[in-house]
């Protein structure tokens, strides 16, 4: 029913439920908590957000919360398809500063977990593409931070140029990971 992969940091998951399909179409269990607590996720989502994003090449993130409000993350895509972007922004971890970057789209039906101490973000390979996303903490727009998607220290190959991404004010001046405080150690 439900298929949990590592990514290139262990801790960052890609999950994707089964898909029952027939002449009409699917039917898939997009979250089960019981299922998840047998494949290694035991995490308690509190909220449910849906963003669409017009435009191809439309960046949101690197995003995060800081404690008490951390958030831990399973994002899917609905409508279109995205580069979706994990950082681990742990300060003690031996992945401290690397990613995971993973193709999520409503064709592939895969998830992507991503854990409390990770900037977390993503770019829209298609137009007008929703993301679908559990979080495990409440917003706090006053916990609300953010870092550089295009800080060149992070290594992540973004499918467009920095000049072709299409931004909120807010992720156009994000500090970069030299500039980041340590919100998790
Ligand atoms: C995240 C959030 C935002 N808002 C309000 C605050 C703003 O007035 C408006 C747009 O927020 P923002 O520009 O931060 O939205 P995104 O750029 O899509 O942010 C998200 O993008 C990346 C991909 C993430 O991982 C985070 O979940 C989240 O930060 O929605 C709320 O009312 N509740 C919320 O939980």
Same mark, same amino acid.
């Given at each position: 029913?439900?298929?949990v992969e590592p990514t290139i940091i262990p801790e960052v998951k890609i999950v994707t439920p089964r898909r029952f399909g027939d002449h009409r179409g699917f039917?898939?269990?997009t979250?089960?908590?019981q299922r998840f607590i047998e494949a290694g996720i035991d995490t308690e989502?509190?909220?449910d957000n849906h963003s669409l994003?017009? @435009? $191809?090449?439309?960046?949101?993130g690197l995003h995060f919360q800081s404690?008490?409000?951390a958030q831990a993350k399973l994002i899917r895509v609905v409508r279109g398809s995205i580069l979706d972007? @994990? $950082?681990d922004i742990r300060r003690s971890s031996p992945t401290y500063g690397r990613h995971a970057a993973v193709e999520l789209s409503a064709e592939n039906g895969r998830q992507l977990f991503v854990?409390?101490?990770f900037a977390h973000g993503f770019c829209t390979l298609e137009p007008n593409t929703e993301i679908q996303y559990k979080v495990s903490a409440y917003y706090s727009a006053a916990n609300d931070h953010g870092l550089a998607w295009n800080d060149p220290e992070l290594g992540i190959a973004w499918p467009i140029a920095p000049a072709e991404a299409i931004l909120s004010d807010k992720d156009s001046r994000q500090p970069t990971l030299a500039e980041l405080p340590a919100y998790f150690s």
């Open positions: 029913m439900l298929s039917f898939s269990e979250y089960n908590r989502f509190v909220q994003s017009a @435009a $191809v090449g439309t960046v949101r404690e008490p409000f972007v @994990a $950082v854990p409390i101490g």
